[in-house]
Nanobody
Framework: QVQLVQSGGGSAQAGGSLRLSCAASGSASTTYCMAWFRQAPGKEREGVASIWTGGGSAAYAASVKGRFTISQGNDKNTLDLLMNSLKPEDTATYYC?????????????????????WGQGTQVTVSS
C-alpha cells in the first residue's frame, strides 16, 4: 500500500496553466505505475496521463496530449502534472493513483484497470 497526498490545482482562465502534485509514501526504490485521472460532474472517470516510475515514456489521453506533462520529482516519490493551455473542458476533480509494478511502461500503466491507491482528489476549474 502507498499513501498519496495531492496538492495544487485551483482555478485558471482558459489558456492558463496549473500544476498538480502527488506525494507518495514508501520507498523510492519501489517501482510503480502512477497516473492522473479526472472526473467531471456527470461523467465517467477518465485517464489523463501515466508513467512507470522505473523509466520509459509517459502516455497521455488524446484530449491532453501536447498540453499536459506528467513527471516524477527528483526524489522519485512525487508525481507532477503540469497543465498548460487549459480549456474549460479540463474542469474536473483530478486524482492521482499508484500501483506497485516491477515492470511496465507508460502505455501499460495507462491501460491498468486495478489501481488500488488513490489520492484525495483536487478540483481544477477553468473558466472561459
Amino acid at each position: 500500500q502507498v499513501q498519496l497526498v495531492q496538492s495544487g490545482g485551483g482555478s485558471a482562465q482558459a489558456g492558463g496553466s496549473l500544476r498538480l502534485s502527488c506525494a507518495a509514501s514508501g520507498s523510492a526504490s519501489t517501482t510503480y505505475c502512477m497516473a492522473w485521472f479526472r472526473q467531471a460532474p456527470g461523467k465517467e472517470r477518465e485517464g489523463v496521463a501515466s508513467i512507470w516510475t522505473g523509466g520509459g515514456s509517459a502516455a497521455y489521453a488524446a484530449s491532453v496530449k501536447g498540453r499536459f506533462t506528467i513527471s516524477q520529482g527528483n526524489d522519485k516519490n512525487t508525481l507532477d502534472l503540469l497543465m498548460n493551455s487549459l480549456k474549460p473542458e479540463d474542469t474536473a476533480t483530478y486524482y492521482c493513483a499508484a500501483e506497485i509494478r516491477t515492470a511496465g511502461s507508460g502505455t501499460y500503466c495507462y491501460g491498468l484497470k486495478d489501481y488500488n491507491n488513490w489520492g484525495q482528489g483536487t478540483q481544477v476549474t477553468v473558466s472561459s
